[in-house]
């Protein structure tokens, strides 16, 4: 499936400037009904401006009226350097079904719950999301939070088990060097303490002399 080119920018232009259904606009940018519905409520792609695909060549006014005009019609992306570009380009993300986007934040929630030893960026790594996605669920703050399952990734298909084994180790590496980290830290400050009381002291002998 070969998606418009910036996705979610181009699904806030078509939110703000037509009278299309959430279901046509989902369906053109490979998104789900709930995050065009999120759009037109404000609550995601806050500080995305939109993106015209009719000046960018990947949609005519005469379809995006026609679908207008009917609920069932599909939008189609005019094919032409732009869009061939964006579908072969190895540096855009592989489209995503549904499905999976669905599934990401329920893994998001799983990993949070029982690896809360992952960095944020370790576990947007995992399900191919970005860390502001993980920051919102893990804060409860998510636009769709009610309806977010803790749910395994790797039974989802989102990650693979060498994957998350790697991830979790790498984190344990990282909190072992941090728990090191602060040790050395303790006793340099507990030295420093102790020769500060060894200063006082001498200072106070040699300021009352004996006999």
């Excluded at 709930?34 to 005469?62: H, Y």
């Excluded at 005019?78 to 570009?85: A, G």
């Excluded at 499905?99 to 329920?106: I, T």
Aim: charged share 30%; net charge neutral.
């Amino acid at each position: 499936m070969t998606l418009p080119l910036m996705p979610k920018a181009t699904a806030i232009w078509l939110v703000e400037n037509t009278a299309l259904t959430f279901k046509q606009i989902a369906d053109f940018c490979g998104m789900h009904e709930l995050e065009i519905k999120g759009i037109a409520d404000g609550e995601v792609g806050i500080g995305i401006k939109g993106l015209n695909p009719i000046s960018t060549n990947q949609l005519t006014k005469e379809e995006i009226d026609k679908a207008a005009n009917d609920p069932e019609h599909s939008l189609e992306l005019i094919q032409n350097e732009i869009t061939i570009q964006t579908e072969r380009d190895p540096k855009q993300k592989k489209y995503t079904p549904l499905s999976k986007r669905q599934e990401r934040p329920d893994a998001i929630s799983w990993l949070l719950r029982n690896h809360p030893e992952l960095k944020d960026s370790q576990v947007a790594k995992l399900v191919s999301s970005t860390k502001n996605m993980v920051v919102s669920i893990k804060n409860k703050t998510n636009w769709n939070m009610s309806n977010i399952r803790p749910q395994d990734p790797v039974g989802l298909g989102l990650c693979k088990q060498v994957d998350l084994d790697e991830a979790l180790e790498k984190a344990e590496r990282s909190q072992k060097r941090a728990a090191k980290k602060k040790l050395k830290e303790e006793k340099i400050l507990q030295q420093q303490k102790q020769e500060e009381l060894q200063s006082k002291t001498d200072a106070e002998v040699s300021s009352n002399p004996e006999g």
